[in-house]
């Protein structure tokens, strides 16, 4: 039997590669490591990448595991999941791992400017109810701007046909410099060597909607520190299928 989740937690409060700081207790625990992850947690001067709604933090590790050279950092509020990351890089002994417990909603309390130079946005929940809770909308956008490079790249990973939609209109609206884009990863053409490799960690859940037949879509852009940002004004088909312990919410055929 796995363990449970207060087992869990009391693991994690012990992990030196774990900071848990959800909103509940940043008025009472202020982060003191904002703009000093590389010279305080990792020792060096290399990039730093953020996965956002790491969940088990599978692809935080195996990106880890790829790029020695680069420093990786998996956020999620789930604690009892990123525990599974999080226990699997300290027995690996991956020095370029952490994770982080908090709310995304007030994410750019933990980074200073310039401290980020990519963010990863893998299966993110589509919130097809709610605009201001994905992980794409403006509204995290901007906050993302406080501390990712100027022109930093995104990377959007998704088994949803309205999140993958929704973001392309948002890129098109802001005129967001567009990388590489595709509606079917794996059956994609002009994917280089390098990008290849890294598209090609799975998930767990990523395993279980491929051989559900469902397409991955996948497309990186980059984020510009200037400019307003503003919401496109379509409405969207809603998901088709529910994905793993999602729900439509909503009665209706499209969101915006």
């Known amino acids: 039997m796995g363990k449970g989740k207060l087992a869990k937690f009391a693991d994690m409060d012990s992990y030196e590669n774990v900071f848990q700081y959800p909103f509940s207790v940043m008025e009472m625990r202020p982060f003191t490591m904002q703009g000093h992850w590389r010279e305080e947690y990792f020792k060096n001067d290399n990039p730093i990448v953020l996965e956002l709604g790491c969940g088990k933090g599978e692809y935080t590790v195996e990106l880890a595991r790829l790029y020695p050279q680069v420093n990786f950092i998996g956020v999620d509020i789930k604690g009892a999941r990123m525990w599974t990351g999080a226990t699997q890089a300290l027995k690996e002994d991956l020095h370029n791992v952490a994770f982080l417990r908090t709310n995304i909603e007030i994410i750019d309390h933990f980074f200073a400017q310039d401290e980020v130079q990519e963010i990863w946005l893998t299966f993110s929940d589509p919130q ?129």
């Open 128 to 256: 097809m109810k709610n605009p201001r809770k994905r992980l794409t909308s403006s509204f995290f956008l901007e906050r993302y701007r406080h501390f990712l490079t100027d022109g930093g790249t995104i990377h959007l990973k998704t088994d949803s046909n309205f999140l993958f939609t929704y973001t392309t209109y948002l890129v098109e609206k802001n005129k967001l410099p567009l990388l590489f884009r595709t509606e079917d990863l794996y059956h994609a053409d002009g994917l280089d060597g390098e990008t290849e490799k890294i598209l090609s960690i799975q998930t767990y859940y990523e395993s279980m909607w491929l051989e559900r037949g469902l397409n991955i879509r996948y497309m990186k852009y980059q984020l510009p520190r200037d400019g307003q940002l503003v919401e496109p004004d379509v409405e969207i088909p809603l998901d088709e299928y529910r994905s793993y312990k999602r729900d439509k919410r909503s009665s209706k055929e499209t969101a915006k």
